[in-house]
Structure formats: C-alpha cells, structure tokens
C-alpha cells in the first residue's frame, strides 16, 4: 500500500530532551515535507526537501532540523525541545509534476513538558 | 506572501443537501490547488486536485472547480451525508518563476461541516 508512515504517533517528552520524529514514503516521491497544525494557526510547513540533500526552511523553522540522504526518509529533528512545539505534526510527499499532489502521513502528536 | 481564505469557517447542514465551500487565494500564480478532509485528530486525505491550467475536477459526489484569474476555488458535494462531517482544507502550491514548483503547499484554516441527519 502507497503510504507515508510516521513514528511515533503519540510522544510526551521533557524540555530539551532531543527526539527524533522518523517519515517514510513508499511511493519513491522527490518531494517531502513536515507540516505542524495547532488550533487557530492552521497548517505551517516547517521544512521541505525537493530531492535526496535539498532541503530548505518553510514558515517555522526555528528549533527544528532535517536530513534527507535518502529518497524515502525524511526525519525531523528536535534538538531541544520546548513547550512552544507541542503540536500535531504531519510529513507529506508527492512527485514532481502539475499532475500530482501531496499524500500526508497520519500524523505525530508531540507534548513537551 | 501566498495567502489563503476559507469561507465559511463553520457549516452545518442537514442530511441531503447540497453545498459549496469557498476557498480564495491572493497570488494567482498557482501551480496547482487540492481540497482535503481532515477528521478530528486524524491525518489529511486529499479529495482533489486541480492543476493549474483545469478548470475543474469531479469525484463522486464532490466537484471543486478553480478560477485563477479571482483567485477562488470552490467545493461543491452533492446529497450531503453525516459521514461528510469534517474540516474541509483548500491549499495552493505556487508556481516558480520557471513554471515549476518548490512544492510548498499554502493551507487556508479549513471549513468546519457539520452534516446532520
């Protein structure tokens, strides 16, 4: 089954514990990308990456990282956490092309204490 | 700065109807648009995509139409059902000034429908 997959679904953490949320896509997409949705903001794209090491800052950069060596992984970094980035987290892919859009994974809702 | 409205925020309904969302968007230079469903808690499921140069797009009951020109998009569902409550997203990808995209989808903040039987 074409899918993203994200782990953990659920995660509670402490201040500055770093952690680490995996994304994987079957579909051998170029794009991907890590959104996080909190109530009244929205959906705010944190980074994406165009293909294997291109990546760049979305809207919400701040105190996340990424890396994407290969084409199915795309994990984002929390170096230190803080209670500011509990949220619901979601990565998506798609090809390149008019013709298609994004798939999101089932989402990661992350607390930090 | 690629910004997107949805209207209205809330919608409730009862069973059978047949209703519209509205989605806006100020930069007309659009790569492609999608409408998807999001279920409380859950992850997003695309409904649709219409690429930039359609007008529009048909699955089952729904249709999302798009003009560039406004900026609009709508959704249209067809005989309303109380399995189509949910929040309903519009997001646009913009186009580069080379005619593709970096891929980055804009999201408006979603219509909430209620459909009650």
């Known amino acids: 089954e074409a899918q993203v997959t994200q782990n953990p679904r659920y995660l509670i953490t402490v201040t500055g514990k770093k952690l680490t949320v995996t994304c994987s896509q079957n579909?051998?997409?170029?794009?991907m990308s890590w959104y996080r949705q909190d109530p009244g903001l929205g959906l705010r794209q944190i980074y994406y990456s165009m293909n294997v090491e291109v990546t760049d800052k979305g809207d919400v950069p701040e105190g996340y990282k990424v890396s994407r060596k290969e084409k199915r992984n795309f994990p984002l970094i929390l170096e230190s956490p803080s209670p500011n980035q509990t949220s619901l987290y979601f990565c998506?892919?798609?090809?390149?092309?008019f013709g298609y859009g994004y798939t999101f994974g089932s989402g990661t809702r992350l607390t930090v204490v | 700065k690629q910004e997107v409205t949805q209207i209205p925020a809330a919608l409730s309904v009862p069973e059978g109807e047949n209703l519209v969302l509205n989605c806006s968007f100020t930069d007309s230079a659009i790569y492609n648009l999608q409408w998807f469903r999001q279920d409380p808690g859950k992850g997003l499921t695309s409904l649709l995509l219409?690429?930039?140069?359609?007008r529009e797009q048909t699955s089952g009951r729904l249709n999302a139409s798009l003009d560039k020109s406004s900026g609009r998009s709508t959704l249209y569902i067809a005989a309303s059902q109380p399995g189509d409550s949910a929040t309903y997203l519009c997001a646009v990808t913009l186009a580069n000034a080379g005619g593709t995209s970096y891929g980055k989808l804009t999201f408006g903040q979603g219509t909430i429908l209620t459909v009650h039987p």
């Open positions: 998506a892919s798609k090809a390149g092309g």
């Open positions: 579909m051998n997409h170029e794009y």
């Open positions: 219409i690429q930039s140069s359609q």
